[in-house]
């Protein structure tokens, strides 16, 4: 449907208030006694449509003189919608990431179940205008010259932790994925959708399952993509990274184009991480944005950190072998635009990402744990970081039943990447072992994020349609979706390749 004619819907929608928000008439004849939320029209960014945005007030915590937290919530209107007394809600990932600032995402991602249900989008309490927990990062000149082989990691880190604790001034553990659960519950009630059908990506998957636990008679169906299990530590995704990182070595030694022009790439990889791990590389490069010559210093955790990021898309797995080709030279630029790229704290609440993952992922570590995921570098990295951090945060751990398996028998829909850098299909597996009604789908070679990849958007709009797997065509999923490697310096990676040419012109 093109995008004029969803403008005009929803144009007529908003004169049509409840039809628009998917409230039936029975829906709010049983909230007449119940204080609704004020509704106002607003825009998303990368959406035509207008939307509808509210708030509700829910308390802080179980006691009563910690106050309330006001969790801003934002509808996008069903086409047609003859499904008034449901909704699709979507659960962002990170965590940290603000549902409403990716509502463009979530309406591609769901336009066909957006045909005839509404979208929910709720900010989740401490991201985005639900009192956001974040706090102040470096600047990317400050993150470039950065050495963290010179400076005392554990000192500027806890430094870096207690300076953001004072700012934020509030308990964490009042953050945690079971508390934000009711929140979610909370606006389902004030706006009367009878039931929703949850779709989560990535951390998303992990409040999605926990809104099940709570609340199994508001759940329709549930769709889980890249799915991150109950029972396992987000510490655990060294290993996924590694098994994703090998997966693009082995093809490029599998094509004859790449292991021509990158020949002995997986040694030369390791070449240039072991370069950087002793001595880091101290070069000039252009600014991105404001092409001002700044200093980059290259260090192993700069590397292998940015190399990891770019295996999230296919567009700079694509650009990988190059990067690693040409860093082993002397030319840093492929580096410099990936790395450019990676900056995550402006979209990310890094205050609730602590919340998370000190309250649930870190607690949960043991001795066995700790050494198995500490195998991986990016593991060990995690899990020292938590240890200096979390301490200082000092978020309540939540309870050890927090960690089953989910165990219901409503539909649910579990999406994987065979090449994804964060949730392995393992992980999936995990995650339903007590869920009776569940099916799996692994699309060989998507990444993180399987239905912004595939033709999973049309799988899950049928599924949500039907309430079941049984029916669901998914051939489509084997597609390969991978991009042919980058064999020189010439369009995407030539635009990275200015960031530090012609040094001496100025």
């Given at each position: 449907?093109?995008?004029?004619?969803?403008?005009?819907?929803?144009?007529?929608?908003?004169?049509?208030?409840?039809?628009?928000?998917?409230?039936?008439?029975?829906?709010?004849?049983?909230?007449?006694?119940k204080v609704k939320p004020e509704l106002t029209p607003c825009y998303a960014k990368g959406l035509d449509d207008r939307l509808l945005c509210g708030s509700i007030k829910q308390p802080l915590s179980d006691n009563p003189t910690d106050g309330e937290i006001d969790i801003h919530f934002a509808v996008i209107p069903a086409i047609k919608p003859s499904k008034p007394d449901e909704a699709v809600l979507g659960f962002a990932g990170g965590p940290g990431q603000s549902a409403m600032d990716l509502a463009f995402i979530f309406d591609r991602n769901l336009r066909y179940a957006r045909e005839t249900r509404d979208i929910l989008l709720v900010d989740q309490r401490g991201t985005g205008k639900s009192m956001q927990l974040q706090c102040e990062g470096s600047d990317l000149v400050s993150q470039f010259e950065f050495n963290d082989l010179t400076e005392d990691l554990v000192a500027y880190s806890k430094e870096d932790t207690q300076k953001c604790k004072t700012k934020l001034n509030v308990d964490l553990s009042h953050f945690s994925t079971v508390a934000a659960a009711k929140d979610f519950e909370a606006v389902r009630e004030a706006l009367g959708y009878k039931g929703l059908h949850l779709y989560g990506v990535s951390y998303g998957t992990r409040i999605a399952q926990e809104y099940t636990r709570q609340f199994p008679n508001s759940v329709i169906t549930s769709t889980l993509d890249g799915v991150v299990p109950m029972q396992q530590s987000l510490t655990a995704i060294g290993k996924a990274i590694d098994d994703s990182m090998n997966a693009l070595l082995d093809r490029c030694e599998a094509d004859a184009n790449c292991s021509a022009n990158y020949p002995n790439l997986k040694t030369n990889f390791y070449k240039l991480l072991e370069q950087v791990d002793d001595?880091?590389?101290?070069?000039?490069?252009?600014?991105?944005?404001?092409?001002?010559?700044?200093?980059?210093v290259l260090t192993k955790m700069k590397v292998f950190s940015t190399i990891r990021m770019a295996l999230y898309s296919h567009t700079t797995r694509a650009?990988?072998?190059l990067a690693i080709n040409e860093a082993l030279n002397g030319d840093y630029s492929p580096i410099v635009g990936l790395l450019s790229s990676?900056?995550?704290?402006?979209?990310m609440a890094m205050g609730m990402h602590s919340a998370i993952v000190c309250s649930e992922d870190w607690p949960s570590l043991t001795d066995?744990?700790?050494?198995?995921?500490?195998?991986?570098?990016?593991?060990?990295?995690?899990i020292e970081g938590f240890d200096i951090a979390c301490p200082i945060w000092d978020a309540k751990p939540v309870d050890k039943s927090f960690y089953e398996p989910v165990k219901?028998?409503?539909?649910?829909?579990?999406?994987?990447?065979?090449?994804?850098?964060?949730?392995p299909a393992s992980w999936a597996e995990m995650a339903m072992v007590e869920m009776s009604n569940a099916k799996h789908l692994v699309a060989p070679t998507a990444t993180h994020g399987v239905v912004s990849q595939t033709c999973a958007a049309n799988i899950v709009g049928k599924f949500i349609d039907s309430k079941g797997t049984e029916e669901l065509e998914t051939t489509c999923l084997e597609k390969d979706s991978r991009k042919q490697f980058f064999m020189n310096l010439n369009g995407v990676a030539l635009n990275a390749k200015s960031a530090t040419e012609s040094n001496d012109k100025e």
């Open positions: 449907m093109s995008r004029s004619n969803n403008s005009k819907i929803g144009l007529f929608q908003l004169a049509a208030l409840p039809l628009m928000m998917g409230l039936s008439s029975s829906a709010i004849a049983e909230q007449d006694n001595q880091a590389i101290e070069t000039t490069v252009r600014h991105p944005r404001t092409h001002k010559k700044i200093t980059l650009l990988v072998p990676t900056d995550m704290m402006d979209s066995a744990s700790r050494a198995e995921h500490s195998k991986a570098y990016m593991g060990r990295m995690m219901t028998d409503i539909p649910t829909l579990l999406l994987s990447g065979g090449l994804d850098p964060a949730t």
